[in-house]
T-cell receptor, first 113, second 113 residues
Framework: DTEVTQTPKHLVMGMTNKKSLKCEQH?????MYWYKQKAKKPPELMFV???????INESVPSRFSPECPNSSLLNLHLHALQPEDSALYLC????????????FGDGTRLSIL | AQSVTQLGSHVSVSEGALVLLRCNYS??????LFWYVQYPNQGLQLLLK??????LVKGINGFEAEFKKSETSFHLTKPSAHMSDAAEYFC???????????FGTGTSLTVIP
């Protein structure tokens, strides 16, 4: 069982839909991350939240909108996505000191029709 | 600037043989180093980490890695491969600043019965 929970596990949506991905952790970690991963590739960093504030945005298109309602939750709002956005979206968390490494959820497999 | 190089995108070993997955890094400061494993349709799981204590680090599932500063390497080994070790392996580095982690391109391990 992973300590970072992501929902839904699978999502199929059209290019005009609006949906949200959710991530939850109860380890007391104060840094949370969104990554995009294509098949057989390493995770690509999208966003980092530190103490519930957005600290890193890796030039992600505005059709992806992150939100951190509290220290345990992280959302990724999706709108008007493109077929190339189909990927595995991973959430991770870590202690503020990165030496502990990151804990990953099992991801949401997103398919854009 | 940091970077991580994993030599060999695909490695095949026979069951019971030594596993050696290579990772070299570049960092301007003593880094934190990590190995992650990813099984199909799952997130990344932390195998082990180097955080400036012992240079030989033992992890889960019988894996270990040795930090060699002179070679800027952090290679992952396991004395005897099991079929269940077949997965994608990622090396990652952090300088401990800004919650940034940098991943290598990954090595796909195949175990031949």
């Amino acid at each position: 069982d992973t300590e970072v929970t992501q929902t839904p596990k699978h999502l199929v949506m059209g290019m005009t839909n609006k949906k949200s991905l959710k991530c939850e952790q109860h380890m007391g970690h104060r840094a949370m991350y969104w990554y995009k991963q294509k098949a057989k590739k390493p995770p690509e960093l999208m966003f980092v939240y530190s103490y519930e504030k957005l600290s890193i945005n890796e030039s992600v298109p505005s059709r992806f909108s992150p939100e951190c309602p509290n220290s345990s939750l992280l959302n990724l709002h999706l709108h008007a996505l493109q077929p190339e956005d189909s990927a595995l979206y991973l959430c991770a968390s870590s202690q503020e000191v990165p030496a502990s490494g990151q804990h990953f959820g099992d991801g949401t497999r997103l398919s854009i029709l | 600037a940091q970077s991580v190089t994993q030599l060999g995108s695909h490695v095949s070993v026979s069951e019971g043989a030594l596993v050696l997955l290579r990772c070299n890094y570049s960092s301007s400061v003593p880094p934190y180093l990590f190995w992650y494993v990813q099984y199909p349709n799952q997130g990344l799981q932390l195998l082990l980490k180097y955080t400036s204590a012992a240079t030989l680090v033992k992890g889960i599932n019988g894996f270990e890695a040795e930090f060699k500063k002179s070679e800027t390497s952090f290679h992952l080994t396991k004395p005897s491969a099991h079929m269940s070790d077949a997965a994608e392996y990622f090396c990652a580095v952090s300088e401990g600043l800004g919650n940034q982690f940098y991943f290598g391109t990954g090595t796909s391990l195949t175990v031949i019965p």
